[in-house]
């Protein structure tokens, strides 16, 4: 039998589509259903110059019960949750994540969780749900500035996303072990003609300087 380039080691439905829609078929890409122990993951990915790991672990004895391997695929970005890395790192596997993953969908669910606490959006849906009405609270978020602890990709949305709905952003960043670096994105006032046809993103431009 023909082993395959790579394995992934707890594919499920929608992967085994997603790579086929791709080009990756079998002949490209074995695929196991569920989520493995250490055992069953061995016995899985032992032949395969490249595993591909979605939510399982990869051990560092999984790493020497796999003589052909050679690189290693995690479908995320926080590999060192699923993947040893020192482990990797010891035996010269290169550990490849996938770079942007959820960065736009986190931002937009933080902006939604603003949205949902500044409009106690849970009181009142239970309150509705009950049959009570007691008002929404009142006030606008435009104008309003947010602090971001950190501006990495994620970050970086969110401040985008808050520039465009008329809020400011300042953010801190560690750059290093001894500096911290702060930013600004200051949201323009916007009127409604003009509004819709504002679609350049604000990293487009440098940003201006937070008033203190």
Same mark, same amino acid.
């Given at each position: 039998?023909?082993?395959s ?14 790579f086929?829609?791709? =080009?990756?078929? $079998?002949?490209? #890409?074995?695929? *196991? ?5 250490? +055992? ?5 990915? &032992? ?8 939510e ?10 796999s ?27 290169p550990?490849?994540?996938?770079? =942007?993953?959820? $960065?736009?969908? #986190?931002?937009? *669910? ?5 949205? +949902? ?5 849970? &009181? ?5 749900r ?10 606008e ?7 971001l602890?950190?501006v ?8 985008r ?21 702060t930013?600004?994105?200051r ?26």
């Amino acid at each position: 039998m023909t082993t395959s380039f790579a394995v992934l080691a707890d594919s499920t439905d929608l992967l085994v589509e997603a790579f086929a829609r791709a =080009g990756a078929d $079998d002949s490209l #890409v074995t695929h *196991h259903i569920g989520q493995p122990d250490e +055992a069953t993951m061995i016995a899985r990915v &032992a032949r395969y110059p490249v595993i591909v790991v979605n939510e399982s672990r990869i051990s560092a004895a999984v790493m020497d019960a796999s003589p052909a391997l050679k690189q290693i695929l995690f479908l995320g970005t926080g590999a060192a949750n699923f993947v040893d890395l020192a482990a990797a790192a010891e035996r010269g596997i290169p550990v490849h994540t996938i770079k =942007g993953y959820g $960065d736009r969908a #986190v931002a937009e *669910h933080t902006i939604a969780l603003l949205f +949902a606490v500044y409009r106690d959006i849970p &009181a009142q849906d239970a309150s509705v749900r009950a049959g009570g009405w007691a008002g929404a609270p009142l006030g606008e978020l435009q104008g309003k500035t947010i602090g971001l602890v950190g501006v990495g990709a994620i970050g970086s949305e969110v401040a985008r996303s808050t520039y465009w709905s008329g809020r400011a952003a300042r953010s801190i960043s560690r750059a290093s072990n001894t500096s911290i670096s702060t930013r600004c994105w200051r949201a323009p006032t916007l009127s409604r003609r003009i509004w819709p046809t504002l679609m350049k993103p604000p990293g487009s431009s440098t940003p201006r300087a937070c008033a203190r």
